[in-house]
Structures are given as structure tokens and as C-alpha cells.
Nanobody, 119 residues
């Protein structure tokens, strides 16, 4: 059984910063992909950023165009934890942020953490 536990959401003013964390536990294969998605009210869930496990060469990353240059995804493979550093936040970043793990062909989701950016 795989579980994802997120933390770090909250309320922040525009141009502020937040850091999200997601710890995975259970049967985690060393080669996997972790990432963050978000869903704003009335909108579909969308990709924010993903990072591969990068056992030998470091994780490769991919970002949504809307967050490039402002958000940074990173991970600690020893802890099976992924982070999302969010800087220069905008009101349009307001959403529920979900941690995602692709592990041995199965997809897992965290419970979601609310991020609210006030103008």
C-alpha cells in the first residue's frame, strides 16, 4: 500500500512564497516519477511540475509554462519526498495542490493541500 502525505499549503499574499512537501511511504520502487498537480474551482486538474527519480544522473524535471521561473520541484530519494518551492505567487496560483506518484505502472494521489494567494 502506497500513501502520500502532503503539507505546507496555506494563505499567502501575492508575490509571496510557499513550500509544499509530499512524503511517500509503502512499496516505492527506486525508479519512479513524482510531481505536483493543481485544481482550481471550476477547472480541470492540471500538471504543475514533475521530477524523475534520477538515481544515477539526478532527476529530470518538467514544468507547466505558467510556473516556469517561479516554481522549483526537487526531491530527496532517500526520504521518498518531493518538494515544490513556489515563489512570486500570483492569485491565479490559487488551487488545491495534489502530490502524484507514478510507481510500477500505478498512479497514486495525495489528499490535496489548499494554496490561496490573496491580491
Amino acid at each position: 500500500q502506497v500513501q502520500l502525505v502532503e503539507s505546507g499549503g496555506g494563505l499567502v499574499q501575492a508575490k509571496g512564497s510557499l513550500r509544499l512537501s509530499c512524503a511517500a511511504s509503502g512499496s516505492i520502487f527506486r525508479i519512479n516519477v513524482m510531481g505536483w498537480y493543481r485544481q482550481a474551482p471550476g477547472k480541470q486538474r492540471e500538471l504543475v511540475a514533475i521530477i524523475t527519480s534520477g538515481i544515477t544522473s539526478g532527476g529530470s524535471t518538467n514544468y507547466a509554462d505558467s510556473v516556469k521561473g517561479r516554481f522549483t520541484i526537487s526531491r530527496d530519494n532517500a526520504k521518498n519526498t518531493v518538494y515544490l518551492q513556489m515563489n512570486s505567487l500570483k492569485p491565479e496560483d490559487t488551487a488545491v495542490y495534489y502530490c502524484n506518484l507514478l510507481n510500477l505502472g500505478s498512479t497514486y494521489w495525495g489528499q490535496g493541500t489548499q494554496v490561496t494567494v490573496s491580491s
